[in-house]
């Protein structure tokens, strides 16, 4: 019941394309939904979160979308670039001591 | 700020060897996190603190010790490596309380054999 689900494993984009990550999550305590972006050799570094009492949220080119009701949220990027090459962690937190449940990663790879 | 900082880069042990893994933080943020990152497993919780003196287990704690004698220290001890230890090692720390926003560290990889 803390898993946190992440499908596709791999994707591969075309410059100027959209790249869709998807999530799902059994624990309905959950209360924070993040995103990381990971470079090689980096640690991973906060993108963009969001709360359930909101179904979207959009910074810049990256949008999460998050249905409550069927458990899953993704993560949306538009107008992809070949910077945007890394690995994404969605990940999963609730209570009051800032734990988070991430992801399985998805490896984007943005072609020029 | 230097932000979260993390001893050694790389790290080779041989089995039944033990080290210690070094993270600091200068942000003065309360809580703190140990986690490993296998090849398509994403992060695991290993050890976490909320304050100092406050450590409390993870997902995956077995071999594994922390202490938190300061707020920006967070040690992690490898106690009897075993080759399942070979793993990337990062520490994260936040505000706590309503903040969720990890800062992650360079990493430690680390390779038992």
């Known amino acids: 019941q803390q898993q946190v689900k992440q499908s596709p494993q791999s994707l591969i984009v075309q410059k100027g394309g959209i790249s869709i990550i998807n999530c799902a999550y059994e624990n309905t305590a959950f209360d924070y939904f993040p995103w990381y972006q990971q470079f090689p050799g980096k640690g991973p570094a906060l993108l963009i979160a969001?709360?359930?009492?909101?179904s979207e949220k959009k910074e810049g080119r990256f949008t999460i979308s998050f249905n409550k009701s069927a458990k899953q949220f993704s993560l949306h990027i538009m107008d992809s670039q070949p910077g945007d090459s890394a690995t994404y962690f969605c990940a999963a937190g609730s209570g009051n001591t800032g734990k988070l449940i991430f992801g399985q990663g998805t490896t984007l790879q943005v072609k020029p | 700020n230097a932000g979260v900082t993390q001893t050694p880069k790389f790290r080779i042990l041989k089995i039944g060897q033990s080290m210690t893994l070094q993270c600091t933080q200068d942000?003065?943020?309360?809580?703190m996190y140990w986690y490993r990152q296998d090849p398509g497993m994403g992060l695991k919780l290993i050890y976490y603190?909320?304050?100092?003196?406050?450590?409390d287990k993870g997902e995956v704690p077995n071999g594994y010790n922390v202490s938190r004698s300061t707020t920006e220290d967070f040690p992690l001890r490898l106690e009897l490596a075993a080759p399942s230890q070979t793993s990337v090692y990062f520490c994260?720390?936040?505000?706590?309380?309503?903040?969720?926003?990890?800062?992650f560290g360079p990493g430690t990889r680390l390779t038992v054999t």
């Open positions: 969001i709360r359930p009492d909101v």
């Open positions: 994260a720390s936040s505000y706590g309380t309503n903040s969720y926003e990890q800062y």
């Open positions: 603190s909320v304050g100092a003196g406050i450590t």
């Open positions: 942000m003065n943020h309360n809580y």
